[in-house]
């Protein structure tokens, strides 16, 4: 199976995080880009939003991690294919931060202990922060989490696993959050952005139970979605509360109509967005380095205010950019690493 429609989310959400992370990088070179308007100034909700790709990609690992693992009770298979998806192309990528890092002028600092725990994505703490060396790989940190707490279901129940993992997953947040601890895995633990994985996983289930929506029913998730739009966009309540409450809602409703109505399901969609929902994690975990380039020459060099150009084509062409080197990435380097690595995953 290879839905379609889950192509097109993955390649929209890697596109809405990496302009979520471009206007970061106005926000910090306003003076220099010569950005004037209070919308390039500040982290605001009109692209604090763009978060939400991060969401729809949990929601999409618990829906193919439970469609593809069901029939399935080799414990060393699953590991093998968990450990081929993420690990070689995170290698790269640490990689390509170890070399900045280094470079003079960088004000990236490379730690041994930082840089080998990031690179085995074991949470930890450094200054602090549980940020990974490459901080966009704070979200390989969940992934990896819930991988391993799914392989323990792989252990010990074959038919009641998505019950199993949903229980696991309630029990350790609950205990966690009682527990005074500095352990970083606590911390991941709290976050009950580890739901979001349950979610897609209670989602596959119903959509292998042939689950279906009607176009009422679809009309009412997207108002639904709209409203918590809205709120999310008027409101800044919403922005101290976990994704769960503040980002998910919008996400499950549109996950729910791309999987269960039909007639979007069962739409062609263009070779364009199969593309880089294939390309997406390249680009989600690559994107960065234009951005950290770019942002260094704006430092040194304010080419953009002297050439007068209006911030938003800024925006739009530096997000371009971080979205074509992530495609590079992946057609160069992450699409020949599968290949060569899938064969020890079928050995």
Known sequence: ?????????????AIVVVAYHVHGLITKRASEIGAEHAFWLVENQ??????????????????????TSRHSSDLWLYVKKRVVRIYPIWFV????????????GTSAVFEW?????????????????????????????????????????????????????TSIIVCLWIFSDAIDSNLALFALLQNPILFEFVI?????????????????????LLLIALIWLSLFFYSTWLWHYTSLISRAPIAISIFIIAVF????????????????GDASYSIYLF???????????????????????????????????????GCIVYSLVERNLNLYMKRFVTK
């Open 46 to 67: 009109f692209v604090k939003i763009g978060a939400i790709g991060v969401d729809v990609f949990f929601i999409l690992s618990g829906f193919i991690i439970f469609y």
């Open 93 to 104: 990528a640490i990689f390509f931060m170890s070399v900045i890092a280094i470079l003079p």
């Open 287 to 325: 994107h960065m380095f234009p951005i950290m380039v770019l942002s260094g020459v704006f430092k040194k060099i304010p080419i953009v205010e002297f050439l007068n150009i209006p911030t938003v084509i800024v925006w739009g062409v530096i997000t371009f950019i971080s979205i074509l080197f």
């Open 200 to 220: 897609g996983g209670w989602l596959a289930r119903f959509y292998l139970a042939g689950f279906t929506i009607t176009k009422i029913q679809m009309y009412i």
């Open 113 to 165: 202990k930082h840089v080998l725990y990031s690179s085995l994505l074991m949470p930890h703490y450094t200054d602090g922060s549980l940020t990974p060396f490459l901080k966009v790989g704070w979200t390989l940190n969940y992934e990896i989490l819930f991988y391993s707490l799914f392989g323990i279901c792989f252990i010990l129940t074959k038919n009641k696993r998505l019950e199993l993992i």
């Open 261 to 276: 109505y039909c007639p979007i399901r069962d739409c062609k969609v263009p070779n364009l967005f199969i593309y880089l």
């Open 1 to 13: 199976m290879k839905l379609l429609t889950l192509q097109f989310l993955r390649g929209v959400a």
